[in-house]
């Protein structure tokens, strides 16, 4: 069976940025050969949550490559170029393109590895692949539509699967129940509900809001209720100083700084990533219900420090026992739909490196994103986006994307060519003897 030097699970934009990254070392002469596995059909980044009017939130200068390349092939500004489109975009004069644009420029730079992606194969597991004593290689194993199963085998490997739904314990119990579904779903599930009369959106991100406002236009007199347990909703704070927190030294600070530091530092700079939709969203929001005060008929409702005690699919809808924190008082509402906007979380690779498991003393990682590993483990394996922890909280983002892959494809490129004068080395004593 062929030996991969590295394959990556996802292609999104992470993995996209690490194909060129290598793709770019070639022409300094270094050459791994990488494949990717990517478990939708074909390329689509959120395609669920492309809502008509959303906008990116960062710059497209922190594109693929420009923060570390800007002379490269792949930046926005070629993509534009080449899409005709350069003098158009410039005359918007905006930094933040629409979040389509952006899934068009994506899916333009990811054709250009149509030949080392498979589309349509879902990772399962991750096996050790052992020579004596020593795990030398691995094995990735795959499903694809037609649940046949894929083998390969690779000296190292990048795992960056994004985030996996978050679903709040109250929920747990009505998984299956087409009625109450996750923000990363929400455009192909919310088609089944045009005849919904009452919804309720979970959450107090920019999801949430952005879902919320798209409901308010899809439907003429469906009433949507806005459920919080924040007193109100904050926007996300990308003053210039505080963005500083996204450049990309800012990364070997949060590393180099102490456990503790850490945390304090992501507690602080929480709010510029969660629970924190634009500006100009939540004073559309808040247009909305002003207006219903002028038309003196309320159609939706915020309910702001409201918690949801228990969810119960009944036949005729979907009942809350919602608590109101202000008064501690509790109310039954039952909705035909509800929309989860409750965010994501990063540590669904660990049930992929399961076999492996007894390889890792913990799943701490160096400062390339490297897992650290026992000493008869040799294969590498590095995580995009679930390093926040560690690196700060440009991890889940777009921010350092094209630098982090740099120091990963770098990182690679480093272990084979260690291993490759080892093995000369070894060659030689054993040619003397
Ligand atoms: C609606 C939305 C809007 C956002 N907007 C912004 C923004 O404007 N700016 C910003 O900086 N960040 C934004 N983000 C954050 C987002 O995490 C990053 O933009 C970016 O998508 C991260 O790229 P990624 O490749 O690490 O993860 P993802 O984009 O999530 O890609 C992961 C890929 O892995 C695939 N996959 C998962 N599991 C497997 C498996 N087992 N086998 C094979 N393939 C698998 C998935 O199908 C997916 O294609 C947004 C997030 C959301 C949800």
Redesign the pocket.
């Known amino acids: 069976m062929k030996i991969y030097d590295l394959i990556g699970?996802?292609?999104?934009?992470?993995?996209i940025a690490l194909a060129i990254a290598l793709e770019e070392q070639k022409q300094t002469g270094h050459h791994a050969e990488s494949f990717f596995?990517?478990?939708?059909p074909s390329f689509a980044?959120?395609a669920n949550?492309m809502l008509d009017n959303a906008h990116?939130?960062?710059s497209f200068l922190?594109d693929l490559v420009t923060m570390r390349n800007p002379a490269s092939h792949f930046t926005f500004i070629n993509y534009l170029h080449q899409k005709n489109r350069l003098q158009d975009f410039i005359n918007l004069k905006t930094f933040f393109p629409s979040?389509r644009e952006f899934n068009d420029y994506l899916a333009w730079a990811a054709a250009h590895f149509d030949h080392c992606c498979a589309y349509g194969?879902?990772?399962i597991e991750v096996l050790p692949e052992k020579k004596g004593d020593e795990v030398s290689l691995l094995r990735v194993r795959?499903r694809d539509n037609a649940q046949t199963v894929h083998e390969r085998l690779t000296r190292s490997l990048v795992i960056?699967?994004?985030?996996h739904p978050r679903i709040p314990d109250c929920f747990s119990s009505l998984k299956g129940d087409a009625r109450v579904f996750h923000s990363n779903n929400y455009l192909k599930e919310i088609a089944q509900h045009t005849h919904a009369q009452k919804i309720a959106v979970v959450g107090a991100g920019q999801?949430a809001s952005e879902i919320f406002m798209d409901l308010h236009h899809r439907f003429d007199t469906t009433q949507i209720d806005l459920i919080m347990r924040a007193r109100s909703i904050k926007p996300s704070d990308d003053s210039p100083f505080v963005n500083e927190i996204f450049n990309t030294d800012f990364t070997d600070y949060v590393f180099n700084s102490p456990e503790q530091e850490r945390s304090k530092i992501l507690n602080e700079f929480w709010h510029t990533n969660y629970a924190a939709p634009d500006l100009v969203l939540i004073e559309q929001i808040f247009n909305v219900f002003y207006q219903q005060k002028v038309a003196g008929a309320e159609r939706h409702r915020f309910l702001r420090r409201h918690v949801v005690k228990k969810a119960l699919a009944q036949p005729k809808g979907i009942q809350f026992i919602l608590q109101d924190l202000n008064t501690n008082k509790e109310r039954i509402v039952t909705y035909d739909a509800v929309v989860l906007a409750t965010g994501y979380h990063r540590d669904h690779y660990k049930s992929?490196l399961n076999p492996l498991m007894p390889y890792f003393n913990d799943l701490k990682v160096d400062r390339q994103y490297r897992v650290c590993s026992t000493l008869h483990f040799k294969p590498a394996i590095f995580l995009?986006?679930a390093c926040e922890a560690s690196h700060g909280l440009s991890d889940?983002?777009?921010?350092v994307t094209a630098v982090r892959t740099s120091e990963i494809s770098q990182a690679v490129i480093n272990l084979f060519s260690q291993s490759k004068s080892l093995q000369a080395k070894r060659t030689m004593s054993s040619a003397l003897v």
């Not at 960056?160 to 985030?163: T, V």
């Not at 889940?396 to 921010?399: D, E, G, V």
């Open positions: 699970i996802g292609f999104g934009p992470s993995n596995i990517e478990k939708q980044w959120h949550m990116m939130q960062v922190k979040r194969e879902e990772v795959s960056s699967i994004g985030g999801s992929l995009q986006g889940t983002l777009l921010s």
